[in-house]
């Protein structure tokens, strides 16, 4: 973590947090599209969740590393999107929805095909929720962001070592928890 | 969930879950946010700044008046003692006392010289003393009579004087012609016009009154302290108890004459060893407090003073009292800034080498806001 930008930051200085958190936008809206399933509301909940470590990197205590507290924040911003979703959702209806024009949307594929694909992702999205939140980050690095081993250890400060056993201690749990199923 | 038990199969499954594309305008308007968000820099109220300009300046007026004043104060004082040895027992008439100078100027030297040498030695015809020695008895009434009432006086002055060289002689001469003499001499030739001298002077007892009426006619005194304390009790009882010791020493001899074992003989003589100390004792404690019934103490302590500061300004005009004003106002800055100069120079060895670090520091730290403003 570059310190100098960190402490400029922490003074308020936007350019600085701008250039810190850039590595790890595109992990914060992939969280929160996780968590929400909608694009618009993901952009939304992932600005929300930058402009609050933005507000917030003055009370950072480097205590973990700043892309599992940028993912942390995400999460909170998504839940609490998610409960004000479920407040507006309350008595609306199916019908209510589609007499205002919202059709779900279908990717071609036969019902059986959409079903045996959703359920098996979101086994397995589930199962990478019970993840400890720096594993879920290692992971969406991993394979959403496709940087290799070496610019995540760099991204997040760690040693390389404990990049690989982290993930490889992920995957093993996931294939687990999958199996289990 | 087969599929996916394999590495390769849950690698690419977590990849189809991790795919993500980002939408079109996320990436700036997350940052638009953030810098809507940062707080507009706070411009320094131009109080502060004209305070944080003037920190340094004010910083190094402060250190170079402080300095100055400091130099002044220290400035470095010729001071000359000159300690007459009040040994009167041992010292002859019209014999130069042990004189101690301390940085003394040669011309102070040689005053001394010529007080101590003209000032006779007073004398002390202790009869007491010698008819001690001669081992005749003399009574505590007949040493009452001798002497008469102890009163020991012991005189305070200071001394205010424009003309300090001449008064400084005057006071010498008035101790030489009361019979006196000096014990002891300290000058602070701190700065012109402002030196002192301490004078410790012993003048005979009945002379005292007319020394302290002279004095007065040479200086202006702006202090006087007289003290007279009686030492006729505490005479009469040493010399009691000195009596008894005697009487002591008497009956001691007479049994080493009568004694007739060797073990007697000793302890006669350890006996009369202790009595004989504490005849000695007895004995010079009377001389002391007759050398200071004899010999007053006077202490005189001459201070120099500045024109304006002893003229009596209620008799002058006004345009006399601005120009001594002036005149007063002009020495004090030209002296004030020969200070500084001094001060300047003395501590020019670290003044330097901090004005450089300053000078440093500012220019690295101008050139790393030039550079973060053009990385900006």
Known sequence: ?181 | MKKIASDDALDRALTDLYQTDLPAGYQAAWRDAVKREEPTPMKPSPSLTWLRRAALPMAAALVLIVGTLITGALNPQTTTTLQAADTSEEAPAGAVFGIATNTADSGMERTADAVYAAVPAPEYDDELSSSMAKGTVVTAEDAEEETGSKIVRTVSLTLSTTDFDPDYDAVLALAESAGGYASSINLYDRQTGKRTASFTLRIPAEALDGFLTDLETVCRITERCETADDYTTQYSDTELRLQTQRDKLSRLQELMAQAETVEDLLQIESEIADTQYWIDSLESSLRGIDRQVDYATVSVYLQEQQAIDTAVTEDLSLGARIRYGLEATATWLGRFFENMLVFLVAAAPVLVPLILLIVVVRIIRKRRKSNNKAKS
């Open chain 1, 1 to 181: 973590m570059n310190v100098r930008l960190l402490r400029q930051a922490r003074r308020g200085d936007a350019d600085a947090f701008i250039a810190l958190c850039a590595p790890f936008e595109t992990l914060v809206y992939r969280h929160c599209l996780q968590m929400l399933k909608n694009p618009a509301d993901a952009q939304e909940a992932a600005q929300e969740a930058m402009l609050r470590a933005y507000r917030a990197i003055g009370s950072f205590e480097e205590r973990s590393e700043l892309a599992t507290w940028l993912f942390r924040i995400a999460h909170n911003v998504s839940l609490d999107f998610l409960k004000k979703a479920y407040r507006r959702r309350e008595g609306a209806s199916l019908e209510g929805l589609r007499d205002k024009g919202f059709e779900p949307p279908g990717d071609g594929a036969s019902p059986e095909e959409r079903y045996l694909q959703t359920s098996e992702q979101a086994a397995l999205q589930e199962a990478v929720s019970t993840l400890p939140e720096r594993q879920q980050t290692l992971l969406s690095l991993r394979y959403g962001d496709g940087l290799s081993y070496e610019q995540i250890a760099k991204a997040m400060g760690l040693s390389l070592g404990t990049v690989k056993s982290a993930l490889n201690r992920a995957k093993a749990e996931l294939r687990a928890r999958v199996q289990g199923i």
